[in-house]
Nanobody, 124 residues
Framework: QVQLVESGGGLVQAGGSLRLSCVASGRTLSSYAMGWFRQAPGKEREFVAGITRTTDNTYYADSVKGRFTISRDNAKNTVYLQMNSLKPEDTAVYYC?????????????????WGQGTQVTVSS
């Protein structure tokens, strides 16, 4: 079992930045590919970014490419999402998730563990 806890969300003006953190307990994160997803009100949960288990290859949704950066520190059992140039359409609850595989999936059902989410609100 893996427990994931996100933090770092908040209210920010358009053009601003936030860094989300996801700390794992129970098992080492180096056993999992990791992903960040988001869900806005009335919308389905969507893939934002993913990182491989050990090689640190990264993957991004087109809507955040060039603005968001996913990274991991396996020694700290933590995954990060650096979000720059935020837009109002980035407003959502952001979730981190662990996928018991080498390469992160881009769809939610493949993930094994989820955090509780952290709210990100971008004002115009």
């Amino acid at each position: 079992q893996v427990q994931l806890v996100e933090s770092g969300g908040g209210l920010v003006q358009a053009g601003g930045s936030l860094r989300l953190s996801c700390v794992a307990s129970g098992r080492t994160l180096s056993s999992y590919a990791m992903g960040w997803f988001r869900q806005a009100p009335g919308k389905e949960r969507e893939f934002v970014a993913g990182i491989t288990r050990t090689t640190d290859n990264t993957y991004y949704a087109d809507s955040v490419k060039g603005r968001f950066t996913i990274s991991r520190d396996n020694a700290k059992n933590t995954v990060y999402l650096q979000m720059n140039s935020l837009k109002p359409e980035d407003t959502a609850v952001y979730y981190c998730a662990a996928d018991n595989t080498r390469v992160p999936a881009t769809t939610a059902p493949y993930y094994d563990y989820w955090g509780q989410g952290t709210q990100v609100t971008v004002s115009s």
